[in-house]
């Protein structure tokens, strides 16, 4: 084979992958966001049915809810939940992958929104600010600046975690690699997936980077 | 108090949730035997495969090929309905296929046991056999003089696909004080032969003809030092599914014109091609 053709099929194969990542990301950012209010809820039995599934999720490896998703409905009750072919079979990655994430995020905005001390609330309050002025003004930006460390450590793994999607047969980079590339033989795309991967990240670590560096207000 | 109440409530909370998940999975009507209806409001069906010649493969002009593509595409237009592949780890074909991800275990499916024993009948309902077939041992092309009795292999490290009908050999040829590794395509244990991580493998022998010795596998060469039990293949369907007659009936449609024996020819199979198709 040659080099412009194992390319072509390695980039076809890193574009599944960025697109699980970008989709996983903006979906299980906002879903995340939600998970943590149910978390945080004062209703005692919504609050303990939130924990008792994030722990589920956290507790149980992502490779085995991939199997769970895609398999078990059409094996144990005749139910597909999505189409065959490769569109289903990233359909239930995406899903797998969503709920998984959202409930990592959602313990780092836990964490986030914990680690704002009750005094700040008290002194908005005396100040007269409405609720929603104390959110946005005083607590949201101290949150964010809190939680980029964590979460940027969760999004390089997730774009390295893209690769288990191959448990279910999703046609990304590695599974492509290993069913046509590897099988011949050939062994130096391995380094040169390798690259395509230090690039990608390289490129997410310069833009955190970037916003921590522009969230960093208490430096002189 | 307080705490045990909300305990409890949380506790009916996710019983309720199972109990109303478990009540919207009726079993739609028909079940696996409903198969050929939803083929044809689909107007396709997929086949599990794993990439290898002459079965199924990537020609230079990068189309999917090979002697099961063709087989599979023949049926389908008999069918009035469109064939369609899926790269699957063979490993885990019965899963694919019991959860509907596919329709067919459609790939050089040996008609035979898996290694444990258990008939893979239990498992699929087979059409009719279509080809010849036997498993055989692939060894770096200069251990070929050293390796030449069946005892030679014990204490090696050998491997097969994971499922295969190679397996069982495998095992058997490395023994108790060799190893035997299951890898997720027969084509990966080629893989593993030219990087040295094993001594010989075990695939089917109308691919190791197709494959091995050239190509990006020149050093490799087919060992005739034991050469196992003959067997055919056949294609896999769901068990209990109306799809085997409706494969079978379009086989012997493709048997009656020719068909059948023309895309063998194409692939060099003439000879493996099971005469009397059908009557066995």
Redesign the interface.
Known sequence: MTFA?INAMLLEGFGTSCQLFLLTLVLSLPLGLIIMFGSTCKF??LR??TR?FVWIIRGTPLMLQL?VV???????????LFP???E??FAAALTAFVINYACYFSEIYRGGFGSITRGQYEAAQVLGMTRWETFRHVILMQVVKRLLPPMSNEIITLVKDTSLART??V?EIF?IN???I??????WPLFYIGVFFLIFVGALTLLFNYLEKKLSYYKV | M??IV??L??AL??ATMCFGLASC????AG??TGDWAKIQE?GYF?CGI???APMNY?NEE?VLVGFDTEFAQAVAEELGVEA?F????WG?KY??L??????FIWNGYTFGDESDGTPRSNYVDFTYAYLNNSQCIVTASNKLATLNTKEAFAGLRGAAEGGSAGEAVAKDLAGESGTYTPV??Q??A??EL??GTIDFAVIDVLMAEAMVGQ???TDLAINNAYTPEPEVYAIGCRKGSDMTAKINEAILKLVENGKLAEIAAKYELSDALIQNIGEN
């Open positions: 053709r005692t039995p303990w049915l008792t199997f895609f398999y078990v409905p059409g094996m144990l009750f005749h139910m597909h065959s072919g490769p289903g079979r279910i047969m046609a599974f290993e069913t046509e590897l099988t011949k033989g050939i062994v | 307080k705490k909300s305990l409530l949380a909370m996710v999975n009726t079993p739609e079940g696996e689909r997929y794993t990439l290898y990537y990068d369609k899926v790269t699957i780890t885990s899963l694919e019991n959860s509907g991800a596919i329709d997720a395509a084509t990966n080629l893989m030219k990087a190509g990006d596998f």
